[in-house]
């Protein structure tokens, strides 16, 4: 019966699968027109240097756009449009900047402040500079670029087009409007509430006071198109291009689809081990104790691992060594002015007791009361499973034999809901706890945001395994559980997007064919950018790293009682490679690329997985009846050998983390190479000045 | 029985630490002659240039002894005396050296080839610029030295003297000697055998084949008069002067002070805790939960406030944020001759597997065994305290019930004779494994000698706790061991160095007496030098953390059963302070300073041991007739919620490690604001180069 429904999930999933694969390919293939954009606007991206590309389109190529609201006051926009304009040593930006004009259709409701940011070459390897980028050098090594030896980096030819990709430059373009700050004003000029102070960044504060709606990178449509074709397009069993994507999203992305790539390979082995093992060992449910062995060593040796891959990684694109800039306060900060006591420059403060008090007094307890309510609708869901079981045995029949799943798929609907609407919660507290700094901000919502999940997806488990230690249910759990959700997340993440952003695409045609008849079936520049400025924005890697971790407590807390997880997982991860490589190419607007050296705070959240699946997995020995037998004296026994074997395993799994260096020696050499060479140029030019 | 010998122990140690006071005034106060310099020859040490002190004395102010063996080759020392006086651009140390003369009373087997190294004070600060000192600027931030902006920094007056204290002019100098390179000699003129290749350290290579005996930095009486006044001298409950022993002995040795210091303090509400504890409750065997919940907390908080000190400190005397220079292979390392892949410099190279063999096929196997030796010495120790216990149970008298104790001293004396004799056995090892870098080969005899120290000391209390499950045993047990461990310590640390060193004073004051009446009682500078080389090496503070770790261990694991121990540990600490000050100032020669920002691989060990005191800890309580009467009907019970206890107080332990900042804010808030400023500084400079 359970094995009947697994395979009818089974099978679900994969259909899944493959109808999102054909409805990818159908997109692609069949409705070219709505994705392509015209070549010449934006094609070849790297010809940047003052080409005039089409009669109606500005004099540079356009890299990032700034939208404000559309009844902002002239005054506003023209001091605006003059600091980013004006030359840097009078405190602008020397960037080009020009208003984008009116599309084919231009209608009453359009948003005329659209502007387009670019710059010339010089600029943005000054910029380069700034923002302290890495290149690879000539001897192959990676070095932080700088204008005064350009000449020693590969690739740098003629006066340097070409050698910074199109994301670099939006990055610096998005660095260097950051940096514009105020300097004499006291008010955003037309905007009397908008209060500004010596230092305060310009474009923060209009975010901040929603003058400005947003700035993002545009797209470029050549190099998209030559991309999904080597990520997703051709259906094959390589690798995924991450270099590309780097090239095109930046590090923080690629390394997100490293190691999302790199967590579907370490599943294999344990799919591989899992299926003979399921197919085998079906209602056997005492042998589970090999797999649970096999589960501690494979997720400590895992997370290991990858930490020298994202090293690998980060040095290879060169953020590894890249030094961090000075963070500025997130836009919605706010307090009383005061002076940094770091930089001495005036900037608003708030008290850190106050910050603290509002976390503690407010936030923790909410985050509590969600947890009980957790815990409540989990009772609840264990009342009906009650029932459905009564009812089963009552009139055993194949209804009633559905019948018993049917709790746990509304509980896992149920679940998947109370994690979404509170996200939003936590996301409202943290805004409201008020921090200075966006890290910081990220901390502490990631934190409130995974305690909850965590508890909320597997709760019910460890109540099933440990309270009524019923190992069967565990499993039927499980199975209805990660199913459930998988089919959930993949609609909600990529099917309900792309409908929507589908409409918004044919409306947009619809809307230019009818004023005038395209020869092509491309778009205008004019309306390929106000298509992009409607399109959702893609708010980061936080969700897609919270459902693989997730994914990842699934497999290591429990699936060595149902071995068939593991191949759910991997199942899931391939589908999700293409499906968020489809909504990053073609659903939500280009995100600024993210010079990340490592996954972050989320390595730290794996690694907390892993140590509570050693106990896990540990307790699951401990109670399977396989041991129970070995130690059929004294159950004391029993437990005094397992929590030595786990104290022994969790002593090793430390030891471990010390003896595997975190950087592959290979690299090891090359940084410390590097800081030699830096030390000795130092010693030179000392013994050059004393002598 | 049992309350009485302890009242004896504690009387004895009483007695100890009074007679040792009372010995360092007798030396200090009566026999004063013996060990103070003439004021004239190297009092005020900072009066360096240029000043004739002696008519016999060098030209210049000595700091460091170089030692050559008394057969030395004529060309050999002259080549290096030439290197040594030879300018920076030609591959000379630019410093001043000089041979020592005769003494009053030269005979025919005293050395000559004694050499003095000065230098002037520019060559110092461009040294002090060289090594990366940090020095308190004009604004009160610690700053790396230059040599450009030396007037930015406080208290340099003047061309710069009294700027560098005498610790760092010859620290600066020991760097200086040692990066003294081979230019195109292929080996030492002279030797044949000592083979040299371009940018091989000279001096290591004279160290290594035995040419160069030593060398060290002279002490400075005058300065060593005023430490020891305000260090030990005076019978005080102040705390110690460590800013001062920081100026005269460096970074490295001040910490081990500091933290001795602070480890005392961090016991004294455990011993107040303990007094009452042991006086009340002395035969009640069950009460000691309450004690063991205060040592799990107390081991957790204390190591956490220790780093925020060590940082306070280390921050203060501007060792945070100094750089780590790049690291030489260490004198003793050898391998066939190659290119060394960071530095591109020849330099041997020896390849990473066989040391890996060597490691796991023969330090590991040989470690084991020591393991295994030291356990059947302890299934030796229980035979006899079975055989004692039959003759007291056969004849309780007062000299049977001595007897009891008998065997726990004669195994106390055996493990340190063992652990004395496998220190020797893993340095052997260790430098047999030939590590190519000086902190590698620290840390791989810091963790044999750990591994082994631990299991030496507390395997039998470990034993009699959880197998034995004999209380009353333990607290014997480590009364006797942690008295004995003591007593024996000072004895071999202080004592005798102590009685060997005064031998060696009275045997050169004799000879000076016979061939010249002294008007003042001081030695001249020439004996004075001899007098110093002669002096015991001070290897390091390996030794005194490691007699820390283990009373660490002492305290934290067993502590809840015998209160006492605390307050035997304080009265211990109080001591080891004058001792250690006392063999510092008096039995050794004077060390090179160590700029250590922290107390290193020590801070691991000592968090290594408080894990182990959590598990020891939660343990006791489990096994507790207290907790067991609580737990009466079930023992599986009493076991999984000790469990679980301990596994949520580890959980909180490692949270805590994340919450508490290991350096205090407003440090951070100095390190940030000087990143910052450097970071605008390039910015600026950036500016000006493209404006």
Known sequence: MLAFVCFIFVCCTCFMCFTFYAAIHFIICGDHCSLTYSAGALGGGMMLQGLSVDSS????????????????????????????????????????????????????????????????WQRLLSGAEDVGLFKESTDGSMRAFTCANKHNFKDFGGDGDGFLSMAECQYIIKHELDTLRAKDETHVPGYKQAKLYPGKSIIRRLLSKRILIQIFPLHDKEELKRLSFSWYKKVKLSLQPLDDIRHYYGEGQALYFGFLEYFTFALVPMALFGVPYYLFDWEDYDKYVVFAVFNLIWCTVILELWKRCSASLAYRWGTLSRKKAFEEPRPGFHGVLGFNPVTGREEPLYPNIKRQLRIYLVSLPFVLLCLYLSFCVMMVY?????????????????????????????????????????????????????????????????????????????????????VVQDMVLLRQSLATLLITSQILNQFMEAFLPYWLQRRRNKKMIRKVQKRRILEDKELPLAEQVRLEADMSTYLGTFDDYLELFLLFGYVSLFSCVYPLAAVLVVLNNVTEVYSDAFKMCHVFKRPFSDPAANIGVWQLAFEAMSVIAVVTNFALIGLSPQVKTYFSDSETHLILWTVAAEHGLMAFKFILTFLIPDIPKHIQIKLARLEFESLEALKKKRQLHGG
């Open 382 to 466: 264990f009342l009906m499973e009650g029932w459905a079981l009564s009812v089963y045995d009552q009139e055993p029949t194949f209804w009633t034999g559905v019948l018993l799943f049917i709790p746990s798929i509304i509980y896992a609907v149920v679940i998947e809901a109370m994690n979404l609407i509170y996200r939003y919660a936590a996301e409202f507290l943290t805004e409201w706890e008020n921090h200075r700094l966006e890290s910081s901000y990220q901390n502490h919502l990631v934190l409130k945001v995974l305690v909850f999940n965590f508890f909320n997806c597997f709760a019910s488990l460890f109540y099933i395994a440990f």
């Open 57 to 120: 389109g500005p004099s540079f190529t356009p890299l990032v756009v700034v939208e404000l609201v559309s009844d902002a006051k002239e005054e506003t926009i023209g001091w605006l449009l003059n600091k980013i304009r004006d030359q840097q040593h009078d405190g602008g930006a020397e960037l080009l900047v020009e208003q984008l004009g009116p599309g084919v259709g231009a209608q009453e409701k359009e948003n005329p402040n659209l502007f387009l940011v670019g710059a010339t």
